[in-house]
């Protein structure tokens, strides 16, 4: 995967740092995590605050891996600031489609980079459909387009069943981020990846097709 780039070291440092003060500072944590109802108090900070806290070392390892891993393909394609708008952009949209889908519940939280790295992830499949990925429980290569719309595709049925103790909101979101911005910043994926940029836009249609009918 070659040389990582100075801003993901500094991104994954930033996670570490701050997740491990959240882990043993439950006042640092409960002040910056993400709140419905402290959001809607004003505490806009917890938006992004909540971007590097963790519940758990299992939850920072896992995202951090993900960081690591397709961070470099973004990077590569397009260049440092537009990764770091990617990826601040999937954090800030994530916990916004949160926000929206939560809006009545007072007392909603969570915590967590996956917005964020739900839009790298989805930004390197924009850029990059022809990637093969391999899932720890599935031996065989993946070819990155059908990774993404299945990821989502899963994100929805999670949203809807309220499938484990997932912010399948925020991940959604955050693909959503990392999808437009990519298309903002990379406006040639329409002339020459357009049936990539039709296929990966389906479950974000479908999301909001049933929102709209009132069954999300």
């Given at each position: 995967m070659?040389k990582?780039d100075?801003?993901?070291?500094?991104?994954i440092?930033?996670?570490?740092i701050?997740?491990?003060?959240?882990?043993?500072?439950?006042?640092?944590?409960?002040k910056y995590?993400?709140n419905?109802?402290?959001?809607k108090?004003g505490?806009?900070?917890?938006?992004?605050?909540?971007?590097?806290?963790?519940?758990?070392t299992q939850h920072?390892?896992?995202?951090?891996l993900t960081?690591?891993f397709?961070?470099?393909?973004v990077?590569?394609?397009l260049?440092?600031?537009?990764?770091?708008?990617?990826?601040?952009g999937?954090?800030l949209?994530?916990?916004l489609?949160?926000?929206y889908?939560?809006?009545?519940?007072y007392?909603y939280?969570?915590?967590?980079?996956?917005?964020?790295?739900?839009?790298v992830?989805?930004?390197?499949i924009?850029?990059r459909p022809?990637m093969?990925?391999?899932?720890?429980f599935?031996?065989?290569?993946i070819?990155?387009?059908?990774?993404?719309?299945?990821?989502?595709?899963?994100?929805i049925?999670?949203?809807k069943?309220?499938?484990?103790?997932?912010?399948h909101?925020?991940?959604?979101g955050?693909a959503?981020?990392?999808?437009?911005i990519?298309l903002?910043?990379?406006p040639?994926?329409?002339?020459?990846?357009?049936?990539?940029?039709?296929?990966?836009?389906i479950?974000?249609?479908?999301?909001f097709?049933?929102?709209k009918?009132?069954?999300?």
């Amino acid at each position: 995967m070659g040389k990582l780039d100075l801003i993901t070291v500094v991104l994954i440092a930033a996670n570490v740092i701050i997740s491990y003060k959240g882990f043993n500072d439950y006042s640092f944590f409960e002040k910056y995590k993400f709140n419905v109802g402290g959001v809607k108090r004003g505490e806009k900070i917890r938006i992004f605050s909540s971007g590097f806290l963790h519940a758990d070392t299992q939850h920072l390892l896992f995202n951090m891996l993900t960081l690591y891993f397709f961070a470099n393909v973004v990077i590569a394609l397009l260049n440092t600031a537009e990764f770091i708008f990617i990826y601040f952009g999937s954090l800030l949209l994530g916990n916004l489609l949160s926000l929206y889908f939560h809006k009545n519940e007072y007392h909603y939280s969570a915590v967590g980079a996956s917005g964020a790295v739900s839009g790298v992830v989805y930004a390197a499949i924009l850029l990059r459909p022809d990637m093969s990925l391999y899932l720890f429980f599935i031996p065989i290569p993946i070819p990155a387009y059908i990774f993404g719309i299945g990821y989502l595709l899963y994100s929805i049925y999670g949203m809807k069943n309220r499938v484990g103790n997932i912010g399948h909101d925020a991940h959604f979101g955050g693909a959503i981020g990392g999808y437009l911005i990519t298309l903002v910043l990379s406006p040639w994926l329409f002339k020459y990846n357009l049936l990539m940029v039709v296929l990966l836009a389906i479950p974000i249609v479908l999301l909001f097709v049933l929102k709209k009918m009132g069954k999300m």
